[in-house]
């Protein structure tokens, strides 16, 4: 039976918006553990009969002398495994999965509910990226948000390949920019191409430049009309 405590190692809270990250927590949490398979369907509950090879080819079914300790083995790891899941859902996800007795349905029941593609929200998140700007949001939040959305993109099954994100990012960004877009854009032509998790280190550093620039360059109202 399983003992390490799950609030270590997945730190995600599943809500509406960041399902494909925390699969991936869940996901490299469960394979670490050897128990992957109560989600995936590879671990099924155990049978109470088995099959037996006879003559001729045929098979017989008789009881499986093992199925009670293999049963309660079975029960209480899925339910070891069922209270983690449960424990990581934002209380709004909870109602979707209050009918489901196994991981595996609560597994399943997650994944369609979050990968159903409705062309709605689709069009909804695809203009949001098109049309994201930074106005007067911090760095660090416009690009977070931006993933963001990329995330939920790639959870509705319609992934962003690494170059629109670095050209979404940019697009949002206002003419005082331009000469990090530039270097950002001749980098594109290299190979291998930048993604954006390259591209966020210069962009902020950038940025921080920039708001340091104009910090030290800002007159004070009353000093810019003082009598000379």
């Given at each position: 039976?399983p003992?390490l405590s799950?609030?270590?190692c997945?730190?995600?809270?599943?809500?509406?918006?960041?399902?494909s990250l925390?699969?991936?927590?869940?996901?490299?949490?469960?394979?670490?553990?050897?128990?992957?398979?109560f989600?995936?369907?590879?671990?099924?509950?155990p049978?109470?009969?088995v099959?037996?090879?006879?003559?001729n080819?045929t098979?017989?079914?008789?009881p499986?002398?093992e199925?009670?300790?293999e049963?309660q083995?079975w029960l209480?790891?899925?339910?070891?495994v069922?209270?983690?899941?449960?424990?990581s859902?934002?209380?709004?996800?909870?109602?979707?999965v209050?009918?489901?007795?196994t991981s595996?349905?609560?597994?399943?029941?997650?994944?369609?509910h979050?990968?159903?593609?409705?062309s709605s929200?689709l069009?909804?998140?695809?203009?949001?990226?098109?049309?994201?700007?930074?106005?007067d949001?911090s760095?660090s939040?416009?690009?977070r948000e931006?993933?963001?959305?990329?995330?939920?993109l790639?959870?509705?099954g319609?992934?962003?390949q690494?170059?629109?994100?670095i050209?979404?990012a940019?697009?949002?960004l206002?003419?005082?920019?331009?000469?990090?877009?530039?270097?950002?854009?001749?980098?594109?032509?290299?190979?291998?191409s930048?993604?954006?998790?390259d591209?966020i280190?210069?962009?902020?550093g950038?940025?921080?430049?920039?708001q340091?620039?104009?910090?030290?360059?800002?007159?004070?109202?009353?000093?810019?009309f003082?009598?000379?």
């Amino acid at each position: 039976m399983p003992s390490l405590s799950i609030s270590n190692c997945v730190t995600i809270t599943l809500n509406g918006q960041n399902y494909s990250l925390w699969k991936t927590q869940f996901e490299t949490f469960l394979a670490g553990q050897g128990l992957l398979g109560f989600v995936n369907g590879s671990v099924r509950a155990p049978l109470p009969t088995v099959s037996v090879p006879g003559i001729n080819g045929t098979t017989t079914e008789r009881p499986n002398p093992e199925f009670q300790q293999e049963q309660q083995n079975w029960l209480r790891t899925n339910s070891v495994v069922k209270s983690w899941l449960l424990g990581s859902f934002a209380e709004d996800i909870l109602s979707v999965v209050q009918h489901c007795s196994t991981s595996y349905e609560v597994w399943h029941t997650l994944a369609n509910h979050f990968n159903r593609v409705s062309s709605s929200r689709l069009f909804e998140l695809e203009r949001k990226l098109q049309t994201f700007q930074k106005k007067d949001k911090s760095m660090s939040v416009y690009l977070r948000e931006l993933k963001s959305v990329c995330d939920q993109l790639a959870a509705v099954g319609s992934p962003v390949q690494e170059q629109m994100k670095i050209f979404a990012a940019m697009n949002g960004l206002g003419r005082e920019y331009e000469p990090i877009k530039t270097t950002i854009e001749n980098a594109l032509d290299s190979a291998p191409s930048p993604t954006l998790d390259d591209v966020i280190p210069k962009l902020t550093g950038y940025d921080e430049r920039l708001q340091a620039y104009l910090a030290e360059n800002t007159i004070s109202p009353h000093l810019a009309f003082a009598p000379t």
